[in-house]
């Protein structure tokens, strides 16, 4: 039986949480970055399915998610820096070539920001979610249906604010967003954001990306593959079509009739493609 492990692990000058499948494994290394309001749990069910197909799998808690790795200010969580992150963990557990990286939510976000500034480093890209943030912004510029599903990013840019309502009435919102999923993880999830300065750090990640210049996303070469459901709550279709605009590499757009909550959700299909993309350019 696969076992998922708990370790520390330094990297780009802090100390994170990670979960690790199959290290002793001989095939390729996979990074799994979840996104808000999760953490590296939501990562379990797919870990063990590709440790016991050789992989090697790192699911970090990310910057401001692992409490050794919660630096005070939102300059400490742009996008450069936390695609910085992930090529280090991997380096830090003694992977310096290419490996496969899925990313859901706003670590899909992160994840098409390694695709861009470090190509040279990834075997394929799969997106969950949410496209490219240059498609994203367009979007949240332009398009009205996403205007009204993306406007916690414009709330999330006060000060105090946005951890007051998060916090609010025992996490209620938080609640609400999770609910449907198992107990454990739910209980898993409340006490991460309850711990000290959490809700600040990953509120932090919005703020830096609105408030701080970004960087110019260039067209992604490497092999991507993109899953979007119809039903989402955040990511409206008006981002999700102009996306293809953004990669030149490889690119299989796959829109499946489900929400945000993939993996709680969809978990065998949302696996099997993820599976299907990382086999096919596993050279």
Known sequence: MTKIELRKVKA??????????GLNNKGSLVILLH???????MWEPLMVRLAEDG???IAPNQR???????????QNYTMQILAKDIVAIARSVGFDHQFHLVGHDIGAVVGWTVATLYPDFLKSWTAL???????????????????KKGHYVHTFQHKYIPEFILSAFNYRILRKLWAGFPQNTIDNYLALFSEKGALTAVVNWYRALLKL???NYSQVTVPTKFIWGNQDLAIARGGVVKNHEYVSGPYDFVEVDAGHWFMESNQKEICQQIINHIQKYNQ
């Open 55 to 57: 992989y090697q799998v």
């Open 213 to 215: 210049p970004q960087i």
């Open 35 to 41: 996104g808000f309001p999760e953490s590296s749990l």
């Open 12 to 21: 780009n000058g802090q100390l994170f949480t990670v979960r690790t499948a």
């Open 129 to 147: 979610s949410v496209p490219d943030w240059p498609a994203y912004l367009w979007a949240l510029n332009n398009d009205p249906v996403q205007q």
């Open 64 to 74: 401001g998610y692992s409490a050794t790795a919660r630096p005070r200010g939102y």
